[in-house]
């Protein structure tokens, strides 16, 4: 274990994943040190592993592939020890989980760097927004927000705020304008006034909207008639209290627009946590940051050593 991890990273993004995943800790890594708190390893072993992963919410792949593999480092390398066992466990995690790591950040994509939100409502991409404009500020970039959630004026409202709060400019139109020229009107600013990232919001909606999705599309291809090649990224927003829901919305909506990452929101006040688990195992998309709190700061870059530290290897 001490191999694996080491120390963990004294940062922000420690302190906050061991606060934020505390509760998903409780019930995983309680449970899994419960089951392998005894002399030997055996089938019974690993059933009762499978209920403390099901019910962790790692969903049933990532919950096979994982005994698959313990199964086979016992047949391969005869492993018997619980405690050996445990350790080779943590190892697998942490495979799967840098299946959803993002490539270590070489800089903005272009100038502006266009970042487009989606999501279902209620799962907090407009909060999320004002975090990420506040996380590219203290990296000291510009930051202008657009508010294409146009059919809620509450929702230009609490970006607006959020924007204040995070030292960024915001465009905005009246309630009911199309979203996609403030999507386009946001950008041709952006590009005035040589600002390094713009963030787009927009309104919530169901995946199986027809007419919402193809919303999306064109602020997509208004965008890019502006920027080519923008948006830049396009971050779909989930709440991890919806466990495996949250894996269904993100292939729906993969279906319709081109995901470049995920942003799971509300880690801090579940025990599901393992869903970021089952997501490494069944979706080809990166998760890029956790939601652990209400806080500007409140939003970690994932990294899979450190999710997997912050589960098994202590504070």
């Given at each position: 274990?001490k191999?694996?991890?080491?120390?963990?990273?004294?940062?922000?993004?420690?302190?906050?994943?061991?606060?934020?995943?505390?509760?998903?800790?409780?019930?995983l890594?309680?449970?899994?040190?419960?089951?392998f708190?005894?002399?030997?390893?055996?089938?019974?072993?690993?059933?009762?592993?499978?209920?403390?992963?099901?019910?962790s919410?790692?969903?049933?792949?990532?919950?096979?592939a994982?005994?698959e593999?313990?199964?086979?480092?016992?047949?391969e390398?005869?492993?018997?020890?619980?405690?050996?066992?445990?350790?080779a466990?943590?190892?697998?995690?942490?495979?799967?989980?840098?299946?959803?790591?993002?490539?270590?950040?070489?800089?903005?994509?272009g100038?502006?760097?266009?970042?487009?939100?989606?999501?279902?409502?209620?799962?907090?991409?407009?909060?999320?927004?004002?975090?990420?404009?506040?996380?590219?500020r203290?990296r000291?970039?510009?930051?202008?927000?657009?508010?294409?959630?146009?059919?809620?004026?509450?929702?230009?409202?609490?970006?607006?705020?959020?924007?204040?709060?995070?030292?960024?400019?915001?465009?905005?139109?009246?309630?009911?304008?199309?979203?996609?020229?403030?999507?386009?009107?946001?950008?041709?600013?952006?590009?005035?006034?040589?600002?390094?990232?713009?963030?787009?919001?927009?309104?919530?909606?169901?995946?199986?909207?027809?007419?919402?999705?193809?919303?999306?599309?064109?602020?997509?291809?208004?965008v890019?008639?502006r920027?080519?090649?923008?948006?830049?990224?396009?971050?779909l927003?989930?709440?991890a209290?919806?466990?495996q829901?949250?894996?269904?919305?993100?292939?729906?909506?993969?279906?319709?627009?081109?995901?470049?990452?995920?942003?799971?929101?509300?880690?801090?006040?579940?025990a599901?946590?393992g869903?970021?688990?089952?997501?490494?195992?069944?979706?080809?998309?990166?998760?890029r940051?956790?939601?652990?709190?209400?806080?500007?700061?409140?939003?970690?870059?994932?990294?899979a050593?450190?999710?997997?530290a912050?589960?098994?290897?202590?504070?």
């Open positions: 274990m191999r694996l991890f080491g120390k963990l990273k004294e940062s922000v993004t420690g302190s906050l994943l061991g606060q934020g995943l505390a509760r998903t800790r409780q019930r890594s309680d449970g899994v040190q419960r089951v708190s005894g002399t030997r390893v055996d089938e019974e072993t690993l059933e009762a592993l499978e209920e403390v992963l099901l019910g919410d790692v969903g049933v792949a990532a919950t096979e994982l005994l593999r313990l199964r086979s480092r016992i047949r390398d005869g492993l018997e020890s619980p405690e050996v066992l445990r350790g466990f943590v190892e697998e995690i942490v495979a799967i989980l840098r299946r959803a790591e993002t490539p270590a950040e070489e800089g903005l994509a100038k502006p760097h266009v970042v487009l939100l989606v999501g279902v409502n209620g799962t907090g991409k407009t909060t999320t927004l004002g975090k990420l404009a506040h996380y590219h203290a000291n970039r510009s930051v202008l927000v657009a508010a294409a959630d146009t059919f809620r004026a509450a929702a230009v409202d609490q970006l607006g705020i959020w924007a204040e709060r995070a030292g960024a400019e915001m465009v905005a139109n009246q309630s009911g304008a199309d979203p996609a020229s403030v999507a386009y009107d946001a950008v041709a600013r952006a590009q005035s006034r040589d600002v390094d990232v713009v963030l787009v919001d927009t309104a919530g909606r169901l995946q199986t909207k027809v007419n919402l999705m193809e919303e999306l599309r064109k602020i997509g291809r208004v890019a008639k920027i080519p090649g923008a948006p830049h990224e396009v971050l927003v989930l709440d209290t919806t466990g829901n949250a894996i269904q919305q993100a292939r729906q909506f993969g279906d319709v627009t081109g995901i470049t990452g995920l942003v799971l929101t509300k880690v801090d006040g579940t599901k946590g869903v970021v688990i089952a997501i490494a195992q069944q979706l080809g998309i990166p998760v940051f956790l939601g652990l709190g209400e806080g500007m700061e409140d939003l970690a870059p994932f990294d050593e450190s999710f997997a912050a589960l098994f290897g202590g504070e």
